[in-house]
């Protein structure tokens, strides 16, 4: 008598972990990475303006 109740109440308990619901699956939308090219380009204007400016005080200077 034990087994056939151990067996009705398994058998419950495993049916109801597999009921659905009627309500549509939710879907997430998916997630858009946009890769941006991190350009430094008013920085590596200035540095070789410094550089020909620091080799034109030097030609000057003599």
Request: charged share 10%; hydrophobic share 65%; net charge negative.
């Amino acid at each position: 008598m034990k087994k056939l109740a151990l067996a009705a109440a398994l058998s419950a308990v495993a049916s109801t972990g597999f009921a659905g619901s009627l309500a549509e699956p939710v879907i997430e939308a998916p997630v858009i990475v946009e890769e941006t090219n991190a350009s430094s380009s008013a920085a590596a204007v200035w540095v070789p303006l410094l550089l020909l400016a620091i080799v034109a005080a030097v030609v000057a200077a003599d």
